[in-house]
């Protein structure tokens, strides 16, 4: 071997988008495909000019919101275990992970009664039973839209309040603000002949609906935020006697715009219970039968063309989750219809568990007894994209 090829160093490998096509469109595709994770694009960004430019192209971040639409990733969890206080919890890892102040949000003033009514399509609903308003807000851009209720559903006394929201047009990633509905409940606790009502709000066209009505046997109380199914819009519901063994849940069909009643599955009275959405989008329901034991159901037509309740499986927590000592005073504080995932505590610990991998994840421990809210979107942390800002961008408000 001559001596000159016996001295010549080894060249240094290539950089990454030198290995990578040089035509825009194929690009695009393999980029669409990055995990969309907070920090994906950033890092990405950094490869090059020429895919920063064809990162915090507008056209580009609304296709990757598209692409990703049926799996964001879940950011974090909102509580309201303190007074006034939205708390946003981060639940991934860095550098995926989302500062808590960033998307917390002081809510209401003063003596103000506000309930926190749940995550759907990157938007919150509040409602704000004093000002007599609901608020949606998109958390990633800080933008919010304030919507009056219905003349007249604040008047009676005793009254019951739940609502739930919806994107119009979320699986093309359209902006969610610009196209939204919202459906909100009310049921009276005292009346004689007790009845649910339904009206539908419609953000483009700024009106609500008729009142859509349903009897039912006794009061009850609106508890739990709604779950989506494949056409409607479903409640968990409890008869207002604290001693009474009734659950019940509320069904609103989107499309016939028609409210109904049916009972959850028989020998679950005394569980704590959840609503879930299974496979192909329908409902399900998870029952806490003891400490460690959740079923897990779903709600199915028979050969008959009649829906009933089947069991499709038993969680033994006591087996999955990695706990050192008895699991006792377990609790179920919320559900990711997304992500299939279900928020639970025993004693001070809270986990989440994916409940078709039964994959689990031990968050953080908690002091105080409260619901959890998920909230899944796409964010983008570090250098803004397109930007010479150091911060965040939402990808929910290109």
Same mark, same amino acid.
């Given at each position: ?14 950089? &990454? ?59 974090? *969890? ?12 981060? =639940? ?5 992970? *989302? ?5 917390? %949000? ?20 509040? %409602? $704000? ?5 609901? =608020? ?22 005793? &009254?019951?309040? $739940? ?8 699986? &093309? ?37 008729? &009142? *859509? ?15 989506? =199914? ?19 849940? %509320? ?44 079923? %897990? ?59 078709? =991998? ?41």
């Amino acid at each position: 071997m001559s001596e000159g090829l016996m001295s010549r160093r080894p060249s240094s490998p290539p950089p &990454a988008a030198a290995l990578l096509p040089d035509n825009d469109d194929i690009l695009r595709e393999i980029l669409l495909r990055l995990p969309p994770l907070p920090s994906s694009l950033p890092r990405a960004s950094l490869v090059c000019k020429h895919w920063r430019r064809l990162l915090s192209d507008p056209r580009f971040l609304r296709r990757f919101r598209a692409f990703h639409r049926r799996n964001p990733p879940l950011l974090g *969890i909102f509580n309201t275990a303190f007074y006034g206080l939205l708390q946003f919890t981060p =639940t991934l890892d860095p550098p995926d992970r *989302i500062p808590s102040a960033r998307l917390s %949000l002081q809510v209401g003033h003063g003596d103000e009664i506000w309930d926190f009514l749940g995550c759907r399509h990157g938007l919150a609903l509040i %409602l $704000n039973q004093t000002r007599l308003e609901l =608020t949606v807000w998109d958390p990633l851009a800080g933008d919010q839209r304030r919507v009056p209720v219905p003349p007249g559903w604040f008047r009676n006394e005793g &009254a019951v309040y $739940n609502a739930a929201l919806i994107c119009n047009n979320h699986l &093309a990633g359209g902006v969610p603000l610009e196209a939204f509905k919202v459906v909100l409940l009310r049921g009276l606790l005292d009346a004689d002949h007790p009845q649910l009502f339904a009206s539908i709000y419609e953000s483009e066209t700024g009106v609500w609906g008729d &009142a *859509i009505s349903i009897a039912i046997g006794v009061p009850v109380t609106l508890v739990n935020p709604s779950v989506l =199914t494949k056409d409607s819009l479903c409640w968990l519901v409890q008869e207002y006697d604290t001693g009474s063994d009734g659950n019940h849940i %509320l069904e609103f069909d989107l499309d016939r715009q028609a409210l109904a009643v049916f009972g959850a599955p028989v020998g679950t009275e005394e569980s704590c219970l959840e609503l879930v959405r299974m496979e192909d989008n329908k409902l399900g329901l998870a029952a806490l039968l003891d400490d460690v034991t959740i079923q %897990l159901w779903e709600r199915k037509a028979g050969s008959d063309g009649v829906a009933r309740w089947m069991l499709q499986k038993s969680i033994k927590l006591d087996k999955l989750l990695s706990v050192g000592s008895p699991i006792v005073g377990t609790l179920i504080h919320g559900y990711d219809e997304n992500g299939h995932v279900i928020f639970i505590s025993t004693s001070l610990d809270v986990f989440m568990i994916q409940l078709k =991998t039964m994959q689990f994840r031990h968050l953080f421990k908690a002091m105080f007894i409260t619901s959890y809210h998920p909230y899944t979107g796409f964010y983008t942390t570090g250098r803004g994209i397109g930007s010479g800002d150091v911060g965040a961008e939402s990808l929910n408000s290109t």
